[in-house]
């Protein structure tokens, strides 16, 4: 009910939509219900053999089919204005999601499934607006065709229209019971369909991998064990629900002979006309049909609340704090300060301990250690991905609790190993992050980046178009576009993730050195496996278990024959 509720929120701002669905289904229903009468005066003027009323039945004839057309014009115009109202508010859930999604902790993301954030966002939408748009177009018109038939049907006679009354709760208890059987089966469904996602997502993004490890059966078990699941799920669901129909048409079976029965004993008492019994079963046909409908619609509607749910869980996340308050820097020295600071992803088990660093304006701080040691942690930390535990994270003597969040970030400019293109032309991703640069600003860092001369082979150069995440380039033509980004932006700090890890050697060279310039005057976090990219740093921090084992330069580290000189000595 609580679902319902925040779903009807969302609906309120189109409730003039859900007026006009309520006026046309009531003239539809009004047309549509006119006919059993028309019908019924018909048979009455077919009073015996050789004794029919022509030109009275010309006259009802043009009266149905003038009916008809009414009908299917205003039931047409329901359809419209339920159909903008259920898209509407489809599209106004998805809007919020996705803001959601963006302003949410880097935490968020990473602790859960990709695939099923995906599915919330695409899927789980989708089916929210089928059961909106099945529930406001059938249970409108299902809910005016009950009370009008039972209207038309009291106005012929009252004794059978309560015979009918009798047996209507009938209908409800077995929808109602139903109902509840199904509700349970498509929430396991849904979530089940959510980690399907998740998997295929997960697999289809790292084929190379599984061919080369030979995984693809195994890929293809594990496919099966959640395909097998989500099959069990699904046709529970649809077996609940489809019980609904064939349940509440039995019902209608016992309805429709109760009225023939009760009928025909008032018929053969001179109580009823052969006409008034056709209108009779007519209307008992129209008024149990909305019963399947709307038995129907609350199955759409226990799959829509069960979508909704899991969308409202990602609109329900918490978003990172709101800074609008917060200082905005525009013009950065380069000072960055650790102080005591303590950091876990996992707060059972602490990574960075008590951790103090401090870096003056210009310096090119290198960060090396082993795989887990805490390096891309101290990234995070610095672009406040994370908040610290405890400690203090110092820019130019200011917390950067402290600084609007997009102008802190705005400071660095960040080349991580995973380079991340969209779908757009070379020259837009280039200018990614500075949207206002000139061509020839973006030609001068294509040049920079020595991504210049592969570009101008490309079919359309700089308009050429990059396929999805970049599957029409290689890999290092990727991450030559990513440093190109980076060196358009020319930010105060720089922070170079393994930045060269895809490119040849000769490239390297040519990086590292336009690289080089670039870092002058600039405060520069590098991280790096490979310590032959480092050797020229001012320090180099030696991280272990989320500690500093040592620092210094590199003739200073490889003089103490320490920790620093173990992995040189293995790489």
């Given at each position: 009910m609580i679902t319902l509720k925040r779903i009807l929120k969302f609906v309120n701002p189109y409730k003039k939509y859900i007026l006009m669905s309520i006026i046309f289904a009531l003239l539809s229903v009004s047309f549509t219900l006119l006919t059993p009468v028309l019908i019924g005066m018909g048979v009455d003027l077919v009073i015996g053999a050789g004794n029919v009323d022509f030109k009275g039945l010309l006259k009802i004839l043009f009266y149905l089919l003038a009916s008809a057309c009414l009908a299917s014009v205003f039931q047409w115009m329901m359809s419209v204005s339920t159909n903008k109202l259920t898209y509407n508010t489809s599209r106004d859930m998805r809007k919020l999601a996705f803001e959601r999604l963006v302003k949410m902790p880097l935490g968020f993301v990473d602790n859960h499934q990709h695939g099923d954030i995906i599915s919330r966002i695409t899927a789980d939408i989708e089916q929210?607006?089928?059961?909106?748009?099945?529930?406001?177009?059938?249970?409108?018109?299902?809910?005016?065709?009950?009370?009008?038939?039972?209207?038309?049907?009291?106005?012929?006679?009252?004794?059978?229209?309560?015979?009918?009354?009798?047996l209507t709760p009938l209908s409800f208890f077995i929808s109602t019971r139903i109902a509840k059987m199904s509700y349970d089966m498509f929430s396991k469904q849904f979530q089940v369909q959510g980690e399907l996602t998740s998997y295929i997502n997960e697999m289809v993004g790292?084929?190379?991998?599984?061919?080369?490890?030979r995984y693809e059966d195994k890929a293809q078990a594990t496919f099966e064990?959640?395909?097998?699941?989500?099959?069990?799920?699904?046709?529970?669901?649809?077996?609940?629900?489809?019980?609904?129909?064939p349940s509440t048409r039995f019902v209608n079976g016992l309805v429709y002979a109760a009225v023939g029965i009760a009928g025909a004993i008032l018929a053969v008492s001179g109580l009823l006309t052969v006409g008034q019994i056709t209108s009779f079963l007519n209307y008992a046909n129209q008024y149990t049909k909305p019963f399947?409908?709307?038995?129907?619609?609350?199955?759409?509607?226990?799959?829509?609340?069960?979508?909704?749910?899991?969308?409202?869980?990602?609109i329900d996340g918490k978003t990172e704090s709101d800074d609008t308050e917060k200082l905005e820097i525009s013009d950065c020295k380069g000072y960055v300060s650790f102080e005591n600071v303590d950091f876990s992803y996992n707060k059972k088990k602490t990574l960075i301990r008590n951790f103090n660093l401090k870096v003056s304006p210009g310096m090119r701080v290198a960060i090396v250690g082993p795989t887990?040691?805490?390096?891309?942690?101290?990234?995070?930390?610095?672009?406040?991905?994370?908040?610290?535990?405890?400690?203090?994270?110092?820019?130019?003597?200011?917390d950067i609790k402290n600084i609007k969040r997009n102008s802190l970030r705005r400071l660095y400019g960040m080349?991580?190993?995973?380079?991340?293109?969209?779908?757009?032309?070379?020259?837009?991703?280039?200018?990614?992050?500075?949207?206002?640069?000139?061509?020839?600003d973006i030609i001068k860092a294509a040049k920079a980046a020595y991504a210049h001369n592969f570009i101008v082979k490309l079919p359309n150069g700089y308009d050429t178009m990059i396929v999805g995440s970049g599957d029409n380039l290689s890999q290092g033509q990727r991450q030559l576009l990513c440093i190109a980004r980076a060196m358009l932006m020319s930010p105060p700090m720089l922070i170079l993730d393994e930045a060269t890890s895809s490119i040849d050697?000769?490239?390297?060279?040519?990086?590292?050195?336009?690289?080089?310039?670039?870092?002058?005057?600039?405060?520069?976090?590098?991280?790096?496996?490979r310590l032959s990219t480092i050797r020229n740093s001012d320090i180099i921090l030696v991280m272990k278990d989320g500690q500093i084992a040592e620092q210094g330069n590199?003739?200073?580290?490889?003089?103490?024959?320490?920790?620093?000189?173990q992995l040189n000595d293995v790489t």
């Open positions: 929210v607006a089928d059961g909106l748009l099945q529930g406001f177009t059938q249970l409108f018109s299902g809910i005016v065709t009950i009370l009008g038939t039972l209207a038309f049907m009291f106005f012929i006679n009252p004794y059978i229209t309560l015979v009918v009354i009798i790292n084929q190379r991998v599984i061919k080369a490890f064990e959640i395909n097998s699941r989500l099959y069990g799920y699904g046709v529970k669901a649809q077996f609940y629900s489809s019980l609904t129909n399947n409908e709307i038995s129907g619609v609350i199955t759409q509607l226990q799959s829509a609340i069960a979508g909704a749910e899991r969308i409202f869980y990602l887990g040691s805490g390096k891309t942690t101290l990234i995070n930390l610095l672009m406040r991905f994370y908040d610290t535990d405890k400690g203090t994270i110092w820019v130019d003597e200011t080349v991580l190993q995973e380079t991340w293109l969209f779908e757009g032309t070379i020259k837009e991703n280039i200018a990614y992050g500075k949207k206002d640069a000139s061509m020839d050697t000769l490239t390297e060279i040519r990086i590292q050195e336009a690289f080089q310039k670039l870092m002058q005057g600039k405060t520069s976090f590098i991280v790096a496996h590199h003739q200073q580290l490889m003089a103490n024959r320490g920790f620093y000189f």
